[in-house]
């Protein structure tokens, strides 16, 4: 089966679906029972955040302990990740990298490494000295934009509605870095996403008319994942009264700017199909407090049996090589472990997840990618 | 060596045996079981219906090595106690002082 996208003019942007038959001998690897190495790593240069997102799944996320990450760690990591054969790095996961003094130094030796590099930022301490610094190593980075309107963003993403020279912020580098790209032909995505819960369907059209204004490449509207003890309060049922707002936003798309909706998280909601989770052996992610474990939904302190390491404490390579990785990595592959109720929903392996538990079931068989690659194939 | 895949079945549920017991008598069989396997740096302080014992972490474990101690522990309590037993430690709300101005409480799942 054809992985599914959406053209641009710059090829085929896949935002929900995943890209492992590009991968093709990494699956046939993992299927014949070889440790493999992920192909993609999603990480936080830090804990840290300026914001306080209504809807932030790093509230969900702190672990025993916080460690600092200096450079060297970083950089350290960066060079494990190119010895085993990672592929790609994305700095999202549980904090604001951007606020890291490796964030610069990380970016620049990944892409020497030769992994592609990606970002989320909510772009409030990303002005130019740090953004033509980093824009030509990136391949895609994805602008949190809580909502199209400055009252409605500085009330969900800060202290509340009068808040809004953050919008401001965000709005003038993210235009910045549009103008960057285009002066300069750069290779890179830029994309801003709205984190969508059932009370903001009024947000939703001005959120993508704020895309196409912005002229970015994309505005993606996606779900909001919650922890599997239903922390955040997300209603997942509630959700459909704004389907057909969603589908009237993504009838907006120009030829520049594509408004996406993830369909299919929106409708997995937290019904997961899978009780095996085998997406952390192919997408990790690893925490801005230096924790390593298999997926953000088991950084909590309350996960801890899941808990492999912490790259500030020791080598990546050498806890990529320990039994204790594989010993995390099997037990959430066993049947001791049910995803269906002992994780948080729509983990970011989620699509990966569903497409091997279809494959491995036989229900539909991953087949090999042919043609041309889609956009940021080595982001799973 | 093709690898073996255990999609379809499910995760062992505690017996009815155990599940008939009250809830004090369940912490200190799981208690007592801790003190005599010298599991010391663990206390049992609530369990679920599901099975879920949860676990506060007298004192800290580097991430090193708490994983494989706590499925070690859990591995056994499985093997000795009940099988559709697992462990969770007790979650920590985040430290981040901005955004703990949402209020947001970590749901522990049990009652304090």
């Not at chain 1, 492992?20 to 299927?31: C, T």
């Not at chain 1, 204004?213 to 599997?228: M, N, Q, R, T």
């Not at chain 1, 392996?349 to 690659?373: F, M, P, T």
Request: with cysteine.
């Amino acid at each position: 089966m054809e992985v599914k996208g959406i053209d641009t003019n710059e090829g085929k942007l896949v935002l929900d679906d995943h890209k492992l038959s590009y991968h093709y001998d990494r699956l046939e690897a993992w299927e014949n029972g070889e440790r493999i190495a992920p192909i993609s790593v999603d990480m936080s240069l830090t804990r840290a955040c300026g914001a306080m997102c209504s809807f932030c799944y790093a509230m969900m996320q702190e672990s025993q302990a916080r460690s600092s990450i200096k450079i060297d760690h970083a950089l350290q990591l960066v060079d494990d990740f190119a010895e085993i054969g990672i592929k790609s790095v994305s700095l999202v996961s549980d904090g604001e990298s951007t606020l890291s003094k490796a964030y610069i130094p990380f970016i620049i030796r990944a892409k020497e490494n030769g992994l592609d590099v990606a970002n989320a930022t909510n772009a409030w301490e990303w002005g130019p000295e740090k953004v033509d610094q980093v824009l030509p190593h990136l391949t895609w980075v994805r602008f949190t934009v809580a909502a199209g309107r400055p009252e409605s963003y500085a009330k969900i993403m800060y202290k509340g509605p009068e808040y809004t020279d953050v919008f401001d912020k965000a709005i003038k580098n993210i235009s910045y870095a549009v103008a960057l790209k285009k002066r300069l032909n750069l290779n890179v995505t830029l994309g801003i996403q709205m984190v969508l819960t059932p009370d903001l369907i009024d947000e939703i059209i001005p959120f993508a008319q704020l895309g196409l204004d912005l002229g970015v490449d994309y505005a993606v509207i996606k779900h909001c994942s919650d922890d599997e003890d239903g922390s955040l309060g997300i209603d997942y049922e509630a959700y459909e009264p704004s389907f057909d707002l969603i589908k009237k936003a993504e009838s907006m798309s120009n030829d520049k700017t594509k408004i996406i909706a993830k369909w299919n998280k929106i409708l997995d909601g937290n019904k997961t199909s899978y009780k095996r989770f085998y997406g952390p052996q192919f997408l990790l992610q690893i925490s801005g407090s230096g924790l390593v474990a298999p997926q953000g939904v088991f950084f909590n302190a309350k996960h801890s049996k899941l808990h492999i390491g912490n790259y500030t404490e020791e080598r990546f390579l050498d806890i990529f090589k320990s039994e204790r990785y594989w010993r995390a990595m099997n037990y959430l592959a066993s049947s001791d472990f049910d995803a269906r109720t002992m994780m948080g929903s729509l983990p970011i392996s989620h699509y990966v997840s569903v497409a091997l538990d279809n494959h491995v079931k036989g229900i539909n068989r991953i087949e090999q990618g042919k043609g041309k690659k889609p956009l940021h194939h080595n982001f799973l | 060596m093709k690898k073996i895949f255990d999609p379809f079945t499910d995760t062992p549920k505690p017996t009815h045996e155990w599940r008939v017991k009250e809830k004090k008598d369940q912490l200190n069989i799981i208690n007592m079981f801790i003190i005599d396997n010298k599991y010391d740096s663990l206390e049992a302080i609530d369990i679920k219906e599901s099975g879920e014992v949860l676990i506060r972490l007298n004192k800290y474990l580097p991430a090193s090595s708490r994983g494989d101690y706590l499925l070690n522990f859990e591995k056994e309590l499985k093997k000795i106690i009940n099988p559709g037993l697992y462990v969770m430690i007790e979650p920590m709300g985040d430290k981040n002082s901005l955004r703990k101005f949402r209020g947001i409480q970590i749901n522990k799942g049990y009652e304090e």
